[in-house]
């Protein structure tokens, strides 16, 4: 059974970073295309950024250049380091795991980003 799970959110103040990380006990991690979508109360789901299983990355245009995906295939994890965040990206923040070529994607139970003073 596929598994991801979230971890490193947290409460920060606007200016601050936090790196999230996402587990995934998939086999064959690497084959799966990777990304982190966000959520805010009362707002759709998002993409923030993806990683391909080639590790070509895309961003959201509200993230780049602050936001950085990684990915960690020997530890079947994706990382999203987050820096000089804003009130707005506070939001659940959700990992991805897709396969094109099937269709498969599974989703982990997201971790929550406030942004606050």
């Known amino acids: 059974q596929v598994q991801l799970v979230e971890s490193g959110g947290a409460l920060v103040q606007p200016g601050g970073s936090l790196r999230l990380s996402c587990a995934a006990s998939i086999s064959i991690f690497s084959i799966y295309n990777m990304g982190w979508y966000r959520q805010a109360p009362g707002k759709q789901r998002e993409l923030v950024a993806s990683?391909?299983?080639?590790?070509?990355?895309n961003y959201a245009d509200s993230v780049k250049g602050r936001f950085t995906i990684s990915r960690d295939n020997a530890k079947n994890t994706v990382y999203l380091q987050m820096n000089s965040l804003k009130y707005d990206d506070t939001a659940v923040y959700y990992c991805?795991?897709?396969?094109?070529?099937?269709?498969?994607?599974?989703w982990g139970k997201g971790t929550l980003v406030t942004v606050s003073s």
């Open positions: 990683i391909t299983s080639g590790s070509v990355t």
């Open positions: 991805k795991a897709s396969r094109a070529l099937t269709g498969q994607y599974y």
